[in-house]
C-alpha cells in the first residue's frame, strides 16, 4: 500500500462542473503539497498546507489532519484546467531535505 | 527572481551509452537539490537529493548517480543505460532548513533505445 493514494485516477468532467480530487495517507506529515502538471511535464506548486484551508483563485484545498485527508476542488472548471493533480506529503520524520512522498497523481480532463 | 534550468530537454540514448543530465539553480543560495524519475504512466520517485556540495542521499538503489560540484549545480550520470532508465527526469529544489514547497525544473525526457 502506497503511503499517499489519491482518486480517482482518471476524471473527465464537463466544462463549468464542480471537479474534487482527493488524496489520503498513511503517515503523521509536517505538510502537504498539491501540483499541477502540464501535458508538457513541467510541474507548478499549487497549495502548501499544514491545517484548514487555503483557495487561490478557483482552486480550494483542505485537509484534515486528524483523518490523513485532504481534498483539492476546482469551482467552475475549464478546459485549461486539464493536467494531471499531483498529491505530496512531507512526513514528520522529515529532519532535512524536505523530501516528499508522492501520489501518482489524478489526470483531469475537461471538455468544452 | 529563481530560476532552475534543465537540459536537454529531450535526449535518445542507446543502450549501454553514458548519461549526464545537468539541472542549474539561479537566484538562491545553499538551495536542497532533487532528482525525480517519472515513469510513463506512473508517480514522481524521488532518486537523489543533495543538501550541499558533495552531499548526496540516494533513496533509489539503481544504475544512477549523482554529484553537485557547485552549490547550484545538480548533475544525474550514468556510465551505461538500461532500457528501464527512459523516464521523465525533474530536477527541483527547495529553501534548506523550511518545509516550504520544491520548485521543479521543466524536465528532461530520456529514451533508451
Known amino acids: 500500500k502506497n503511503e499517499v493514494e489519491q482518486s480517482p485516477q482518471n476524471l473527465t468532467a464537463q466544462e463549468g462542473e464542480f471537479i474534487t480530487i482527493n488524496c489520503s495517507y498513511s503517515v503523521g506529515i509536517s505538510a502537504l503539497h498539491w501540483l499541477q502538471q502540464h501535458p508538457g511535464g513541467g510541474i507548478v506548486s499549487l497549495f502548501m498546507l499544514s491545517s484548514g484551508k487555503k483557495k487561490h483563485g478557483r482552486l480550494i484545498a483542505t485537509i484534515n489532519i486528524q483523518e490523513k485527508h485532504s481534498s483539492l476542488h476546482i469551482t467552475a472548471s475549464h478546459p485549461r484546467d486539464s493536467a494531471v493533480y499531483i498529491c505530496?506529503?512531507?512526513?514528520?520524520?522529515?529532519?532535512?531535505?524536505?523530501?516528499?512522498?508522492f501520489g501518482e497523481g489524478t489526470q483531469l480532463t475537461v471538455n468544452p | 527572481s529563481q530560476t532552475i534550468h534543465q537540459w536537454p530537454a529531450t535526449l535518445v540514448q542507446p543502450v549501454g551509452s553514458p548519461l549526464s543530465l545537468e539541472c542549474t539553480v539561479e537566484g538562491t543560495s545553499n538551495p536542497n537539490l532533487y532528482w525525480y524519475r517519472q515513469a510513463a504512466g506512473r508517480g514522481l520517485q524521488l532518486l537523489f537529493y543533495s543538501v550541499g556540495i558533495g552531499q548526496i542521499s540516494s533513496e533509489v538503489p539503481q544504475n544512477l548517480s549523482a554529484s553537485r560540484p557547485q552549490d547550484r549545480q545538480f548533475i544525474l550520470s550514468s556510465k551505461k543505460l538500461l532500457l528501464s532508465d527512459s523516464g521523465f527526469y525533474l530536477c527541483?529544489?527547495?529553501?534548506?532548513?523550511?518545509?516550504?514547497?520544491?520548485?521543479f525544473g521543466p524536465g528532461t525526457r530520456l529514451t533508451v533505445t
Open positions: 505530496a506529503v512531507r512526513s514528520v520524520e522529515e529532519t532535512s531535505g524536505s523530501r516528499l512522498t
Open positions: 527541483a529544489w527547495s529553501i534548506r532548513l523550511e518545509t516550504g514547497e520544491q520548485y
